[in-house]
């Protein structure tokens, strides 16, 4: 089954670090751009970062750009998002998704993992 | 901040036609393309419309979408009770170097 499983989410104090992790299964991962979008509670969509192909060229929305740190390991069929500096704003449902036409959409998404930036 | 503007909601009654805005820039919709995506609350968005007007695989024909300089439209003929959900446009910003979605459009079946 084509899916993303999105792992790692959790409560964590500001100014805190989190590694989110996604599994990627059923397709050939290192055939496409991976990115996160998060959500915050109430609130619309919003792009986080993505990675190419062989994880040489990554985008990052302003507000993480210098926190938020996107990889991928093609061995293993994951994709990660590294949050250091978090702040309350952070706080989001992050999804996992697949790239369609390069970076310029997506076409699969995961269940999301919810992070939770608070003391 | 969301580059690309929806209306907040729009409504009709089963078996309407209701029509959703996206409003952009040169630097988004007037130079690339425009994608749709609908999102049931509580659930993962879904893949709804690529490249301006095309339908994925499973997407009724009652969802089309058009798109004309830097302003896009969703269209959703024949509602249904299951169409109740978010709508979000997107697309990819040359200025931004990043994605950018609308502020989403709640449809209300009535």
């Known amino acids: 089954e084509v899916q993303l499983a999105e792992s790692g989410g959790g409560l964590v104090q500001p100014g805190g670090s989190l590694r989110l992790s996604c599994a990627a299964s059923?397709?050939?991962?290192?055939?496409?751009?991976m990115s996160w979008v998060r959500q915050a509670p109430g609130q619309g969509l919003e792009w986080v970062a993505n990675?190419?192909?062989?994880?040489?060229?990554?985008y990052y929305v302003d507000s993480v750009r210098g926190r938020f740190t996107i990889s991928r390991d093609n061995a293993k069929n994951a994709l990660y998002l590294q949050m250091n500096s978090l702040r309350a704003e952070d706080t989001a449902v992050f999804y996992c998704?697949?790239?369609?036409?390069?970076?310029?959409?997506?076409?699969?998404w995961g269940q999301g993992t919810m992070v939770t930036v608070s003391s | 901040q969301s580059v690309l503007t929806q209306p907040p909601s729009a409504s009709g009654t089963p078996g309407q036609t209701v029509t959703i805005s996206c409003s952009g820039s040169?630097?988004?919709?007037?130079?690339?393309?425009i994608y749709w995506y609908q999102q049931i609350p509580g659930t993962a968005p879904k893949f709804l419309i690529y490249?301006?007007?095309q339908r994925p695989l499973g997407v009724p024909d009652r969802f089309s979408a058009s798109k004309s300089g830097t302003s896009a439209s969703l269209a959703i003929s024949g509602l249904r009770s299951e169409d109740e959900a978010d709508y979000y446009c997107?697309?990819?910003?040359?200025?931004?170097?990043?994605?950018?979605f609308g502020t989403g459009t709640r449809v209300i079946v009535l």
């Open positions: 998704v697949r790239g369609f036409d390069g970076k310029y959409a997506f076409d699969l």
């Open positions: 059923g397709f050939t991962f290192t055939t496409y751009w």
């Open positions: 990675v190419n192909e062989d994880g040489g060229e990554r």
């Open positions: 040169s630097s988004n919709i007037g130079s690339n393309y």
């Open positions: 490249r301006n007007n």
């Open positions: 997107a697309a990819w910003d040359d200025s931004l170097s990043g994605y950018v």
